[in-house]
Structure formats: C-alpha cells, structure tokens
C-alpha cells in the first residue's frame, strides 16, 4: 500500500509545548496513533510518562479523551469502556497505551485476562525498555547487557518475548511496530481497528534520556534498531506469521547492518565487552530462528 | 464559557489564560462569564508546560532555498511545531517553518531531512545579536 505523507491529516492532536522531554519518542507514537484512528480513538492510559505528557490543568498536551488508570488495571478498564460504548450503539476505539512496565510487569495478568476473554480493543505496548519515568529502572523488557539505574553492570536478564506471549493467546491480531516506521505502524493501527476483538501492538520507541543518546537521533535509532535485526517487524493475523517491510529482506544475515551501528550510538551500552556483544547477536539471532522457523512452517519461506 | 479573541474580562485563573489554537497567529482567551457553569475539565491547548521553546539549547533553522517539501520532519517533529506553509517556497514547493515558541530544540527535523536543509544553530548566537 503506498503512502502518501501529504494525505494524513493536518489537525493536531498532540499540542505544542507539552511536558514531553525534546525528542520524546512516545510524542512521536501518539501523533500516529491519532493520525491513523482520529476522533475515534479514546485512550486508556496507566501510569507511565504519557500520564506526564498530558499536562496540568487548565490545559491539556493532547487532545484525545483518556481516561487515567492504576498500573494493574489498564486492560481491564479498557475491557469496561469498550463494553459500555459497544451496549450504548457507538463505535469508538478503545486503546490502552501503556508503557513496558505497564505491560510485561504490572499489567500482564489483566492484559492476560483480557486477550483470553476476547475484548474488543487496541492494546498499545510502547516499548522503551525500562522505567523511565520513575529513573530508568529495570523492566522485564530491557534487553540483555543494557545499563539501567537497578542493574548498573548491565541487565542479566533477556528480554521477554511479550508479543509472542500475546499471540499465544490466539488473538486475532499482533503485531510489531517502531516509530521509525510509520507508514508501517498507521496502517497496522488502522487494520486492528477494522478488527473486531483483541488486539496487540508492540511498538519499539527508543528513549533518548534512559538509553543515553542525543534525542535527535530518536528516529535514527529506531531505524537502525530494524535495519540491524535487533528489532522485527512483523504481525499475527488469525494465526499466521508475516513479516513487514524491511524486516522482510532482513531473513538472511548478510542483508542486516551490523549490530555495532546501533549499539555504538548508546551510552546504556558503553561498557559492553566483545562477549557482551557477541552474547547480544546471539539472543538476536534466537529471535529470527524462531521467527523463521514459524515462517518456514507455515510454508512461507 | 466560551472563547474570545478579545481582552478576556475574567480569566479561568487568576493571571492565567490558555491558548485555544495551536496555530502561533491565533491566541484565544478562554473566557468564563457570570452565570457560566463550571467544570473543571482540562482542555487542549498549546503550552501545557509553558513557552517550551526556553528549554531549547540549538535553533533548527531552514533553509527554503533547499527545502523540497517532502513533509518528512513535520511527520516526525514530536511537539508538532513545524508548520508546512504551502507553495511558499522559491520554487512554489512546500517549506517548513517552524514554531520557536514551543520547539524544544531536540534535532528530530534536522537529522531526518533527506537534503540537510535543516541546521542546528547554537541559541547562544541568537542572544548575542539581540
């Protein structure tokens, strides 16, 4: 499907001068999520640092209704919500935007519940791989190696394969998505919301404060983290795997930039060792083995 | 409650007016008037954090000369301060300007721009001919 820049529309949604650090990834996300769904979209937000970029009162940084939710309870508010507008004949998507914490941590049971009793909204998963607004702490969604407040010699731990985990719910649609590419995520948006039921998509949205950059790189990052494989894109439809644009041609190794590109560029990764990294590609390469071998199952490869 | 571009007789806050457009040439005042019901319902405006553009330490400045209009940084600009001026180029093409009131100065425009005709000027410049 091609994409027209000039045919998305001009109304604002994110205003001007909200509390958003510069270069603010999760700014970035919320403008396409209100690009691609408008008027319709309600958000369901837990504590994270969206609950920060809406402001103060009288004024407001977005002009999407939300409605503010503990950390636990964000799938279940928006099972609530969904349920209610649906008995009252309207047609409104509901979308929970919720941070890594919110998600893989906190959230994960009612997230869970929700996916199994088959709800029908849009879960948001913005995906900067820690705390970051309560000091970059540690989330189950950091990758391995990477500095954060709580484990100073670098995370122990791997990532948590969290959109596979939504997708073995048998949800209608999952998928993955980065801000750098968002002719890729508008349009995932704008399928899952011609979807009725569960809906998951993972959005990867570097931070500049908690990974230690310079925020004018924010989208550059976010671009490399997909050319060099560390992050793919791909969607769950019914059941079956797809990958996206480039991951698609990123299958063979050789097509990928090398991962040092994009490592180099982050202070949360300085003081990797060379096993370090070498542990890192490996975990990398993990993830497209899985991801090929499911590819390869369905025939596709 | 209603909003006018006139000298607001009461503001919502003492001292205080939010701004109703996001466009810089529009500054509506919110105005609440006797009788009005109030509810203390936020609403969008810009500036939610002040005149934001203070946190800037680099200016991007564009050059129209070769701005191609591609829209690239308004797409990605996270605080929507880049305002497209249509045809408003030397060429008839779209130019970006941007809106220094509220951009944070974080480089997003300049480092995504495929032809470099945004430049990340020191503020520190700006200070000293004023």
Redesign the interface.
């Known amino acids: 499907m091609a994409f027209n820049?000039?045919a998305?529309p001009k109304k604002?949604?994110?205003?001007?001068?909200?509390?958003?650090?510069?270069?603010?990834?999760e700014?970035?996300g919320l403008?396409f999520v209100s690009m691609a769904l408008g008027e319709k979209a309600t958000l369901v937000v837990p504590a994270g640092c969206t609950s920060v970029i809406?402001?103060?009162?009288?004024?407001?940084?977005?002009?999407m209704p939300v409605l503010n939710i503990v950390f636990a309870a964000a799938a279940s508010a928006a099972s609530g919500l969904s349920r209610a507008l649906r008995i009252r004949g309207k047609d409104d998507i509901v979308v929970v935007w919720a941070g890594d914490g919110g998600t893989a941590d906190i959230g994960l049971q009612a997230l869970s519940g929700a996916a199994e009793r088959g709800e029908d909204f849009i879960y948001i998963c913005v995906d900067n791989e820690a705390y970051m607004n309560t000091g970059i702490q540690r989330s189950s969604l950091t990758p391995h190696g990477a500095w954060t407040t709580t484990t100073h010699r670098g995370n122990p731990g791997r990532k948590k394969p969290l959109p596979q985990i939504v997708a073995a719910h048998r949800v209608p649609y999952v998928a993955t998505a980065s801000i750098g590419y968002?002719w890729d995520f508008i349009s995932k948006l704008k399928k899952a919301a011609s979807i009725k039921g569960f809906k998951y998509i993972h959005l990867h949205a570097p931070c500049?404060v908690g990974w230690r950059f310079?925020?004018?790189?924010?989208?550059?990052i976010a671009q490399l983290a997909v050319e060099t494989g560390a992050w793919i894109l791909y969607e769950h439809e019914n059941g079956k795997l797809k990958l996206n644009p480039p991951s698609n041609k990123l299958v063979d190794p050789s097509k990928r930039k090398p991962l040092e590109e994009y490592i180099k560029l982050q202070g949360r990764f300085r003081h990797l060792t060379d096993r370090d990294l070498e542990e890192l590609k490996k975990e990398i390469e993990e993830n497209w083995r899985e991801i090929t071998a499911i590819l390869r199952a369905q025939g596709d490869l | 409650m209603r909003l006018s571009s006139r000298k607001p007789r009461k503001s919502l806050l003492p001292g205080d007016t939010a701004l109703a457009d996001s466009s810089p040439s529009r500054k509506d005042e919110l105005v609440v008037e006797p009788g009005d019901h109030f509810y203390p319902l936020s609403i969008a405006a810009p500036g939610s954090m002040g005149r934001t553009g203070s946190w800037r330490i680099q200016r991007p400045v564009v050059d129209a000369e070769k701005c191609i209009g591609c829209y690239l940084c308004w797409l990605y600009c996270p605080d929507n301060t880049i305002i497209m001026r249509e045809k408003a180029g030397p060429r008839g093409q779209d130019v970006a300007s941007i809106d220094y009131e509220y951009c944070k100065g974080c480089g997003i425009c300049a480092n995504v721009c495929p032809v470099n005709a945004i430049e990340m000027v020191d503020e520190s410049k700006f200070i000293s001919q004023s």
Do not use: E
């Not at chain 1, 604002?12 to 990834?25: F, K, R």
């Not at chain 1, 809406?54 to 002009?63: A, D, E, I, V, Y």
């Not at chain 1, 310079?214 to 550059?220: H, I, N, Q, R, S």
């Open positions: 820049i000039k998305l604002n949604y994110i205003m001007p001068g909200n509390a958003a650090c510069p270069g603010c990834p700014n970035i403008k809406q402001g103060l009162w009288p004024r407001q940084g977005t002009s968002p500049p310079d925020p004018g790189l924010t989208v550059k």
